[in-house]
């Protein structure tokens, strides 16, 4: 009986001190603007995460197909873009773009791993959504996970991803009640159709979702 209430006393203390960490992360990101720090790369590229975030499901909610040319913003420790990368399979091809070397060094150490030799889609860029260093109508997707609203001028993000997709083309934003910068999907679909996006999908629930948008061809 003692033994049983001790642990009952230590789960109500994880669960009150996750409580209050989410609660109090979630008001100083309203205030204060940075990248997830490099160091939380582990967790992200984890089985604990895909256990919580499937690629398979998270992926196929993008709308994605073999033989597509897919730019992944902020692909971070890259615990997505392998998946991705195979979803496009020999014939697509993947550009893998985040703003923090620390990020990408932990992808590419990844990727140079026995496992993942069979993958030669995939290539990294170091930039910053602001200013993607691609020609206009580039990509048949940008894809984006748990990084949306991780960027303070997302009007300035969404205006490059609408240049450098094709007419016709995708853009998946995948949110995750989790992260601490997690939005309503009534925001994520209004902020991409303010930019002139139009809705194509909006697939999910609370927990997890993808709003699909499209970029009109003129
Ligand atoms: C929370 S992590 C998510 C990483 C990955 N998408 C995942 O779900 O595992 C957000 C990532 O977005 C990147 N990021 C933040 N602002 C960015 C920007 N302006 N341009 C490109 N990447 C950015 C960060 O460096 C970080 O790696």
Not at 38 to 60: K, N, T, W, Y
Not at 187 to 210: E, H, I, N, P, S
Request: negative net charge; aromatic residues 10%; hydrophobic residues 50%.
């Amino acid at each position: 009986m003692r033994q049983f209430k001790i642990f009952l006393r230590t789960l109500l203390a994880i669960l009150g001190i996750s409580i209050l960490y989410q609660i109090l992360i979630r008001l100083v990101r309203k205030v204060w603007h940075f990248p997830a720090p490099a160091f939380i790369g582990h967790f992200l590229d984890s089985d604990l995460r895909r256990a919580m975030q499937p690629p398979d499901i998270m992926i196929a909610r993008s709308g994605i197909h073999a033989g597509m040319k897919v730019l992944e913003i902020g692909c971070g420790s890259g615990g997505y873009t392998i998946a991705v990368a195979r979803a496009v399979g020999p014939e697509g091809e993947v550009a893998a773009l985040d703003i923090q070397p620390a990020m990408l060094h932990q992808l590419a150490a990844k990727l140079a791993q026995p496992t993942y030799q069979d993958i030669h889609n995939i290539t990294l860029y170091e930039a910053s959504a602001y200013d993607l260093p691609f020609e206009d109508e580039t990509f048949d997707l940008v894809y984006m996970i748990t990084v949306f609203q991780e960027i303070p001028d997302r009007d300035r993000a969404l205006a490059e991803v609408k240049r450098v997709l094709k007419p016709g083309g995708l853009l998946a934003i995948t949110e995750w009640l989790f992260d601490p910068d997690y939005p309503l999907m009534s925001t994520t679909a209004k902020q991409g159709m303010d930019a002139g996006f139009v809705v194509d999908a909006a697939l999910g629930d609370l927990w997890t979702y993808t709003v699909r948008f499209k970029k009109i061809a003129i």
